[in-house]
């Protein structure tokens, strides 16, 4: 039984290497599209975000190629879907490689993420830009072929503490986990703020950015108005208004016939930071030199402000909203932004 399982396993970890040569090898010549690769959860539970990520990786690249590609050459979007889930996500990257992309940009689950960059690591350290995958493990690995545009997990928990302590002057902090998947954790969440409101505690209820939802509005109702409910998060494309997003935002609702996603503007700006890689990198699509490229990148005014990354693979600095529900029908808006290192009332 171990010699079965040791023999799978050789065969297995074969395999993937051997789809990772055929798939680095067709686009690394110095004619034809570029391809990209885009993952995500394009059905099920969190097939909305998914797509919103998908749409926003091939606008982005439409702008790209409508201002001349990359030194001539096109990009083109290949996506495959991973559903939120760790094998499909390695069945995903797995077929793009043999579909011969230079790099994914998209991600929304960490669950299928982190798989996904060890199949890309594995198989030549080919790019992958997430979007939305925030756990720190994804940028801790070690790799030097990845790449966040969201902030982790472990950022924002400070500045959650420093919300509770500095703004809602918080003497004591009870923490709650459901230690359930996300979908389910939104509806707990959703659940819990309606609870609060019939049981008017004395204790204030602050969530993070899992619960900036619309589903969470749409189970929850007016109970997120209660001025003692409130939720910190990062920027999320509706929170964004600078020049660059509220462009993206229009063309978006044109094109799709509806806003884009919460993190649309994360996908569209880390297609745009691959797109100046390759420019920088003189078109060359070979991925230990991309990956430098990528490095050393810095773009001053994308949807989300200025994307540059340190030696991990992260964005430095991130910021942090502090939103509330208001109107009838409820929507999140801002009440605070913490901007190094303090928070400040939102203009």
């Given at each position: 039984?171990?010699k ?53 990786g ?18 083109q ?11 499909q ?22 669950g ?5 960059s060890?199949i ?13 995958s925030?756990?720190p ?17 472990d ?12 703004w ?10 459901d230690n ?11 659940m819990?703020?309606?609870?609060y ?14 619960d ?11 109970a ?13 494309t509706?929170?964004?208004h600078n020049a ?9 609702k ?13 996908e ?6 691959l797109?100046q ?9 070979d991925?230990?030199?991309?990956n ?24 430095p600095a ?11 029908p409820p929507t ?10 303090a928070?400040?009332a939102?203009?």
């Amino acid at each position: 039984m171990i010699k079965r399982r040791l023999l799978a396993t050789s065969l297995a970890t074969l395999a993937v290497l051997v789809i990772g040569a055929c798939g680095s090898s067709s686009t690394g010549g110095a004619g034809g599209v570029i391809k990209v690769g885009i993952t995500g959860p394009f059905t099920g539970a969190y097939a909305d975000p998914g797509s919103a990520i998908r749409n926003a990786g091939e606008l982005a690249i439409e702008d790209i190629n409508s201002a001349g590609g990359i030194n001539g050459r096109m990009l083109q979007a290949v996506a495959q879907d991973d559903a939120c889930d760790a094998q499909q996500g390695t069945q995903a990257a797995e077929k793009l490689l043999t579909l011969g992309i230079v790099a994914i940009v998209g991600g929304y689950c960490s669950g299928a993420s982190i798989p996904e960059s060890d199949i890309l690591h594995r198989s030549g350290d080919l790019p992958f830009i997430t979007a939305a995958s925030s756990n720190p493990k994804f940028t801790e690995q070690g790799y030097d072929n990845v790449f966040r545009m969201v902030s982790r997990d472990d950022a924002e928990a400070p500045a959650d503490v420093s919300f509770m302590k500095d703004w809602l002057k918080a003497k004591s902090i009870a923490i709650m986990h459901d230690n359930t998947t996300y979908a389910k954790g939104v509806a707990d969440s959703a659940m819990l703020a309606k609870e609060y409101v019939q049981l008017s505690p004395k204790y204030k209820l602050n969530g993070d950015s899992a619960d900036v939802d619309p589903s969470v509005i749409k189970v929850a109702g007016s109970a997120l108005t209660n001025p003692n409910i409130t939720i910190n998060t990062l920027p999320t494309t509706e929170f964004i208004h600078n020049a660059s997003n509220d462009a993206f935002t229009a063309k978006y609702k044109q094109k799709y016939g509806a806003p884009p996603g919460d993190y649309s503007s994360y996908e569209y700006d880390g297609m745009q930071a691959l797109a100046q890689a390759l420019k920088d990198n003189g078109g060359n699509t070979d991925a230990k030199s991309l990956n430098t490229a990528l490095h050393a990148v810095s773009l001053a005014q994308g949807t989300t402000g200025s994307v540059k990354f340190d030696s991990k693979g992260d964005r430095p600095a991130p910021l942090f909203l502090a939103v509330h529900a208001t109107g009838d029908p409820p929507t999140f808006s801002p009440i605070a932004i913490r901007q190094n290192g303090a928070w400040v009332a939102s203009s």
